[in-house]
């Protein structure tokens, strides 16, 4: 069974450059989440999606950022324009059932560095 | 506001050794307790604690979670170089129903 996949791997820009991330999760999995991690911290959930829905955006910021998960499949993570406080790893998993308790499987990551 | 406290920071141990890992936390709407490894990439599944009082065990890894104390403790014996990683301690639960993770534990292995 593939893993979630995520790309790409490493991405430089310069601040007010917009950047975007892609993630297509494990086939059947129909929960979403996108994360940011910070170098020392655990992940941060930024969006989570069941299925097209984004059901919990509450910390992403959206002047900046935007998701989108169309048919509820794949999923494309945007910032823009970035600033420098921006670098980090973004982290993408699913997870394939809903309820109380889950598990998440995450992807390799987008590390992305703001100049 | 939610809370996640792991102990230590960072540990550094020789191969054989036992480690023990520590989180705490004070989470609202409280449903379970998830462990991660993270080496230099995707943090990967070990755990999910649900109940108090009962031993999770995957090989040298186990795990155990106190819902009345508020803690749970990763416990790793004869410890590997290939243990070396970030362990992530995630409490599930909180407002909106999420994964509320700590810093971590770093744990180095040395040979």
């Known amino acids: 069974e593939a893993g979630v996949v995520q790309s790409p791997r490493y991405k430089i820009i310069e601040k007010k450059q917009p950047v975007a991330f892609w993630c297509n999760p494990i086939?059947?999995?129909?929960?979403l989440y996108w994360y940011l991690q910070n170098l020392g911290q655990g992940p941060e959930l930024l969006i989570r999606y069941e299925n097209e829905e984004a059901v919990d955006d509450s910390q992403l910021p959206k002047d900046r950022f935007s998701a989108e998960r169309l048919k509820g499949v794949d999923s494309t993570l945007k910032i823009q324009p970035a600033e420098l406080g921006d670098s980090a790893v973004y982290l993408c998993?699913?997870?394939?059932?809903?309820?109380?308790?889950?598990?998440?499987?995450f992807g390799p990551g987008t590390r992305l560095t703001v100049t | 506001e939610d809370k996640v406290v792991q102990s230590p920071l960072s540990l550094v141990v020789h191969e054989g050794d036992t480690v023990t890992l520590n989180c705490s936390y004070e989470?609202?709407?409280?449903?379970?307790l998830l462990w991660y490894k993270q080496e230099k990439k995707a943090p990967t599944f070990l755990f999910m604690l649900?109940?108090?009082?009962i031993e999770k065990k995957s090989g040298r890894l186990s795990s155990i979670l106190d819902k009345k104390e508020l803690f749970s403790i990763l416990n790793i014996t004869a410890t590997q170089t290939g243990d070396s990683a970030v362990y992530l301690c995630a409490p599930y639960g909180g407002a909106t129903n999420k994964l509320i993770f700590g810093t971590g534990t770093l744990l180095a292995v040395q040979p």
């Open positions: 649900t109940s108090s009082g």
């Open positions: 086939s059947g999995h129909n929960t």
């Open positions: 989470v609202t709407n409280f449903r379970s």
């Open positions: 998993a699913s997870s394939s059932r809903t309820g109380p308790s889950y598990e998440q499987y």
